[in-house]
């Protein structure tokens, strides 16, 4: 065998098996993470904390943690990797979103960039707005309407 025909053959095997580990979905990224990997990486982040549930956001990039002494844990996947902190009630403003079952989310702490959370339900983002702001996220009416009682 030549080594010329020896070099194509090798060529081709390599492409043989770069083809068939990327349509076999080998080489992807996954982006969506399950609450187990969520729970394990928040532990390795913050192990002296009791976690009491889990609620993820639709796509999976975002995990909002129920912890045991009133505080909020955060995990946002950031590539293969996680950010994880805690953030105390009332250390964030929450609105919900009017078109999605989610909340618009701004972080007083300038670490933390805010932005819109969409969860698979309307009571799954209105208990995340429970744990981050001790209270429910509700659309409050505008204060420049005037009022049904003639009061303007």
């Not at 770069?18 to 390795?44: N, P």
């Not at 950010?83 to 999605?100: H, M, N, Y």
Request: charged share 20%.
């Amino acid at each position: 065998m030549s080594l010329g025909v020896l070099v194509v053959v090798v060529a081709f095997g390599v492409i043989l098996i770069i083809g068939a580990v990327h349509y076999s979905g080998g080489s992807t990224q996954k982006d969506a993470r399950d609450h187990g990997e969520v729970i394990l990486e928040f532990a390795r982040a913050y192990p002296g904390e009791a976690i009491r549930s889990v609620s993820m956001t639709k796509d999976g990039r975002a995990s909002f943690l129920r912890l045991a002494d009133g505080k909020t844990g955060f995990m946002q996947a950031m590539g293969r990797h996680f950010v994880a902190r805690l953030i105390l009630p009332g250390s964030a403003s929450v609105e919900p979103l009017e078109d999605q079952p989610g909340l618009r989310i701004a972080f007083h702490d300038s670490t933390l960039q805010g932005g819109d959370y969409v969860f698979n339900s309307t009571d799954e983002a209105a208990e995340v707005s429970l744990w981050l702001c001790d209270s429910f996220a509700l659309a409050s009416p505008k204060l420049d309407e005037p009022g049904e009682g003639g009061n303007a």
